[in-house]
């Protein structure tokens, strides 16, 4: 199954995407139907297309945000529970493992939101391995990194704009359920995906 881990609605205030259109987008698309909505620092979008998207039985919403630290963004996925903010990532961390939900360092060494090297000290989930937004060499930095940690890698589009929806998505292992896709992530039963170019 394919997911797109790492994408924003309106209510991050820097997308285009309204939950409308995202609902209809995901309904027409022919492989991605599941995602997971990650706003920076609030799950309203979350809620909104969540709702909307009960009307579409093909559909599955993930609650995630994508959560502003002192030295970068990390997402956690899983939760509609509120992560305590401001936060060190050491902190968000222990809030998705007492709720049994994942995290993701997103974009690792895309400047300035990227957690870069301070990555080496966290226990997350998983790395954003390929992220549209980031340049190649940021990609393969990423990459290294989570070989390095001997951590699952996902591939997001961090899309801002309908079009570039999907334009990496991560394949999960799982059927089209919550509880399994966390779990196939932790068990690194997932493989980053890119569109493939036409
Ligand atoms: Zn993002």
Known sequence: MCV???????????????PRRLVETLHAH?????????????????????KLATAYSDILVLPGIEASTPYGDLIIVGTEERPPNPALPERLIEFAK??????????PYRAPSG???YSRHLRPTAVEVYNPTAMP???????RLAQEMKLPQ???????????????????R???NLDEIL????????????????
Do not use: C, W
């Open 4 to 18: 797109d881990l790492h994408l924003h609605t309106l209510y991050s205030g820097d997308s285009s995407i309204t």
């Open 30 to 50: 022919s492989f991605l139907k599941t995602i997971a909505i990650t706003d920076h620092n609030t799950l309203e979008g979350y809620h909104h297309v969540s």
């Open 98 to 107: 007492d709720r049994n939900v994942v995290t993701i360092i997103p974009h």
């Open 115 to 117: 957690l870069g090297d």
């Open 137 to 143: 060499i940021q990609n393969r930095m990423a990459q």
């Open 154 to 172: 996902i591939a997001a589009s961090d899309a801002h704009t309908i079009e570039d929806l999907g334009a990496a998505y991560t394949k999960i």
């Open 174 to 176: 799982a059927s089209q």
């Open 183 to 198: 779990k196939a992530i932790r068990n690194g039963e997932v493989q980053p995906s890119q569109k493939p170019k036409t």
